[in-house]
């Protein structure tokens, strides 16, 4: 089964800077998909950023960018220029490519705490 | 705002009763999956819905059940209730039931599900 651990419960950073949040996944196929969701105190659940597997280069999102390390098992957010509005929870999740489920397993989050 | 929507927004009910949570797809998407997010189990996938038919199961118990209708509208029945039950729920759905670019999960805002 696939797991993802995010080892980080909780993580600050000062307004405008830049902080990186990690995330490690165990599987044993080749193709997948990554995730980054965010989680504001509405606890609605925003897409961040997606990552295919089978592409070499990493995903960005305007401040957000991932360090896709797929022979580690490693997909960490980078988020620069940190405004307030980045506080959250974030989660790391893992998707199947085959047909069939395509649910998502997710981690266990990180709270980020952005200090003004 | 995501497109998908979810009634009612909380819910509060005694232990043994049974309700009934509702979840509109994005238009156009044809997957609906369901998740339960509990303070001590985490996100967790309860069961997926593929155009009116079942796709997949994750740890949905079996006093919880889930039907995708015609016009793609999904309900999750939860009967039986029990403290531990207590959690938010969320519809998340996607376009295409395999693994693309394309299918991405959109969540919906949840539904906050109190058993006393």
């Known amino acids: 089964a696939q797991t993802v651990t995010q080892s980080q419960p909780e993580m600050s950073v000062q307004e405008a800077e830049t902080v990186t949040l990690s995330c490690t996944y165990d599987?044993?196929?080749?193709?997948?998909?990554l995730f980054w969701y965010k989680q504001p105190p509405s606890r609605q659940m925003i897409l961040v950023i997606r990552q295919e597997a089978y592409k070499q280069q990493n995903a960005t999102e305007n401040r957000f960018s991932v360090n896709f390390q797929k022979a580690a098992k490693s997909f960490s957010l980078k988020i620069s220029d940190s405004q307030l509005g980045d506080a959250a929870m974030y989660f790391c999740a893992y998707r199947r490519s085959q047909a069939g489920a395509n649910n998502l397993f997710f981690g266990t989050g990180t709270r980020l705490t952005v200090i003004p | 705002d995501s497109g998908v929507t979810q009634t009612p927004k909380h819910l509060i009910t005694a232990t043994g009763q049974r309700v009934t949570l509702r979840c509109s797809p994005r238009?156009?998407?044809?997957?609906v999956y369901w998740y339960q997010q509990s303070l001590d189990q985490g996100l967790q996938f309860l069961i997926q819905y593929y155009n009116g038919e079942e796709r997949a199961k994750g740890n949905i118990l079996e006093r919880f059940s889930a039907q995708q209708f015609p016009d793609l509208h999904s309900e999750l029945n939860l009967s039986s209730l029990e403290l531990g039950d207590s959690a938010l729920y969320f519809c998340?759905?996607?376009?295409?039931?395999?693994?693309?670019?394309?299918?991405?999960?959109?969540f919906g805002p949840g539904t906050r599900l109190t058993v006393l």
């Open positions: 599987t044993s196929e080749s193709d997948y998909y």
């Open positions: 998340a759905s996607s376009g295409r039931e395999v693994g693309g670019p394309t299918d991405t999960q959109y």
């Open positions: 238009s156009g998407d044809l997957s």
